[in-house]
């Protein structure tokens, strides 16, 4: 049309700035999922270490708890209403990380429920898929908090593999945990909260 202007070179290039900027600001973590999951893991993981030394005969109580939780959660969160926000390409990425993930996690369940590895094997494998979530996760959002956590699961499955003793295994686990989920959830719930109130009280950012 006569009327529409045609954009400047300066323009144009000031357009795409904002496009990568608005992505950017689209790959943030509240840290409440670190939170959650962390503190459910660190609980079962010391929990499972003391029936151990109290010679109970269930001692994978706490991580059935544990199991029958994370059911239930996994179903709310795949039947509650959804908004529609807008995705970017790295949104659907880290979703498949997530998917891969999980199915990751429900195949070395099954595996030490078909005595083909042993549980605290089997234990020292998800602390290598934690940290490997840790380092995509940490690297997309820029978070040294996760990528250190990552490291630090790395190594605890490498005790875990090296100790080969299922007490110590649980005590490893809550460790790593701890360092990998908890703290950077803390840290990343912080900045979160701190974002939004900058927001709220610049509404023009």
Known sequence: MANEKELSGEQSLAIIHQMINQAKSNITDSGLSWLVWGIMLFLASISTYFLINIGSVDLFMAWNIFGVVTIVLLTYDILKPKKKPVRTYVDDLLRIVDLGFMISIFLIIFSINIDAVSPSAGFGFFLMIFAFLMLIKGSAIKSRALI??????????????????????????????????????????????????????????
């Open 148 to 205: 250190i956590g990552a490291i630090v699961n790395w190594a605890g499955a490498i005790a875990v593999f090296v100790i080969k003793n299922f007490q110590f295994t649980m005590l490893i686990m809550a460790v790593a945990v701890l360092i990998g989920y908890i703290i950077p959830g803390l840290l990343l719930r912080a900045q979160y909260k701190k974002n939004n109130h900058i927001l709220k009280t610049n509404p023009m950012l």
